[in-house]
Structures are given as structure tokens and as C-alpha cells.
């Protein structure tokens, strides 16, 4: 199956301090990513949509000055943290559908653990 | 009407056993169905996935059984490994909605040896 990687794959950085996590998709092309954020024991909550090419789709209540999301190519989507807190710990995930209609196949990365002193 | 309930939230089954885990949804216009599998510090991987003309799917030891009807649709597990043991997530997907997954709560499932 497609192949999507993140890095990096744990972080761990000071308040204050921006992060930065790429989303890569390594075998096919991807208009569209999706970022989740996921606390422990907790479902996936989608934070926002990466669209190639423009301007990004945020969830209500996710901030868009502080989770700055660059869709530059089909093959990568970064996700910046920017003034990083202890609430911003936590686990991040991104995926992106393949491009086939009837498979609707989304695939996931491997997840960043971003822990904020 | 965008939810998607998933039960139970946690799961002990013995090993050699059926895993069976439910979903239900209230909007119609969902057509795509899949279960992603989670072990800690990963992220999802897409395990089966059905759409609503049929009724059941099955992948080896693992099995969806679709109800359009009732709205409901469950994730059979067959002769339960403990390697199956991993969180468990249902969702629901609308073809044209620009992929975007509606997800259940998770099940967390213990196989124990």
C-alpha cells in the first residue's frame, strides 16, 4: 500500500519555541493531507485540511496563527507549531487520501510526539 | 448527525476467540466505511474498509458486516491473536466530502493469551 512518513517522529522543545513537522507522501501525489492531533486514549481529532497549492482548512476552534500549515507540493505538508506550550503536547498525525475514487484510501504517518517543557 | 458511535470502549477477549467491536452512524449520505488499527505510538493503518452495496467483506481472519438498514456496521475479528491487541477505530467517509473521515471513539482490544 501508499506509503506516508512523518518527521520528525518525537520532539521535544521549550514554551515558547516553534516546531516544525513534515508529512510526506513517498509513492503517490496528494492535493490533500489531513492533520490530526490525538491525546492518550483519545480518538483522532482533525485539526486541519492541507490543500496543495492554497490555504489550508481549519477545524472550529483550532487556531490558525498558532498551527501554520504549508501545503507546497503534492508530496509534503508541514505543520508548524508555532510558540509551542505545555498544552500543545501531545501527538500529532497526518494522512493523505490516494487519488483513486473508489478506494477512498486515506493513509496515515507514524505519528510526531511533540512534548513542550 | 455526523457522529459516528463505536462500542464497547474496551475489549478482553481470549486468544482463539471473536473480536467483535460495533459502529453505528445516523447520516445516510456516508458511503464509505473503513477500520483503521492503532498500536500505541503509531499512527492508524487502515485494516478493511466497505461500502454500503454489500453486506460483508471479509480479509483473512478479519470481517465487516454491514446493516444499511439499521445504520450499523461491526468489525469481526476471527481466532484472536494477541497481536491483535491495539486500539481500534471506526469511521465513516462521504465519496465527495474531500476525503474528510468521521471517527468513532476507539476500542481499546486486549487478546489474552
Known amino acids: 500500500g501508499a506509503v506516508v512518513s512523518q518527521h520528525p517522529s518525537w520532539v521535544i522543545c521549550k514554551s515558547g519555541t516553534s516546531v516544525k513537522i513534515e508529512c510526506r507522501s513517498l509513492?503517490?501525489?496528494?492535493?490533500?493531507m489531513f492533520w490530526y492531533r490525538q491525546f492518550p486514549k483519545q480518538s483522532l481529532m482533525l485539526m486541519a485540511t492541507?490543500?496543495?497549492?492554497?490555504?489550508?482548512?481549519?477545524e472550529q476552534g483550532v487556531e490558525k496563527d498558532k498551527f501554520l500549515i504549508n501545503h507546497a507540493s503534492l508530496t509534503l505538508s508541514t505543520l508548524t507549531v508555532t510558540s509551542a506550550h505545555p498544552e500543545d503536547s501531545s501527538f500529532y498525525i497526518c494522512?493523505?487520501?490516494?487519488?483513486?475514487?473508489?478506494?477512498?484510501?486515506?493513509?496515515f504517518g507514524p505519528g510526531t510526539r511533540l512534548t513542550v517543557l | 448527525q455526523q457522529q459516528v458511535k463505536q462500542s464497547p470502549q474496551s475489549l478482553i477477549v481470549q486468544k482463539g476467540g471473536i473480536s467483535i467491536i460495533n459502529c453505528a452512524y445516523e447520516?445516510?449520505?456516508?458511503?464509505?466505511f473503513p477500520w483503521y488499527q492503532q498500536f500505541p505510538g503509531k499512527g492508524p493503518a487502515l485494516l478493511i474498509a466497505?461500502?454500503?452495496d454489500v453486506s460483508e467483506k471479509k480479509e483473512g481472519r478479519f470481517t465487516i458486516s454491514f446493516n444499511k438498514s439499521a445504520k450499523q456496521f461491526s468489525l469481526h475479528i476471527m481466532d484472536s491473536q494477541p497481536g491483535d491487541s491495539a486500539t481500534y477505530f471506526c469511521a465513516a467517509s462521504i465519496s465527495d466530502s474531500n476525503y474528510q473521515l468521521i471517527w468513532g471513539a476507539g476500542t481499546k482490544l486486549i487478546i489474552k493469551p
Open positions: 494522512s493523505a487520501p490516494t487519488l483513486n475514487p473508489r478506494t477512498d484510501t486515506q493513509y
Open positions: 447520516n445516510t449520505a456516508f458511503d464509505y
Open positions: 492541507s490543500n496543495e497549492g492554497s490555504k489550508a482548512t481549519y
Open positions: 509513492d503517490f501525489q496528494a492535493t490533500t
Open positions: 466497505i461500502r454500503p
